[in-house]
């Protein structure tokens, strides 16, 4: 049992490392889009120096991996447990209930 948890763990950390890798560098463009076409996110992002001239500021970018490190942390502690298949399994059945009521 405590050898299954391990490898499970294991596997969950190395899920949710590739699918941060995949995804940080997009999401930090995407808060740039973000920040630059919301009305009031510009004034707060800019004012924590996180973005300047529409861009994310080394401030930005630290406060990114920051963010993306705690949501990473949280993902690994909600998949402690779940193996690829049930995880999987479980998406694509929420996937389908989005799908039923688009």
Not at 12 to 40: E, F, G, I, M, Y
Not at 52 to 80: K, M, P, S, W, Y
């Amino acid at each position: 049992m405590a050898a299954t948890r391990r490898v499970s763990s294991r596997a969950n950390s190395a899920r949710s490392s590739a699918v941060q890798s995949a995804v940080a560098a997009p999401n930090a463009a995407r808060l740039a889009r973000w920040a630059c076409s919301s009305a009031a996110a510009p004034a707060s992002v800019s004012t924590r120096g996180w973005l300047a001239d529409g861009r994310l500021t080394e401030a930005g970018r630290a406060a990114h991996a920051e963010i993306a490190e705690r949501v990473g942390g949280f993902r690994r502690q909600a998949l402690t447990g779940i193996s690829p298949e049930e995880y999987e399994s479980a998406v694509g059945v929420l996937r389908r209930m989005a799908g039923n009521l688009s």
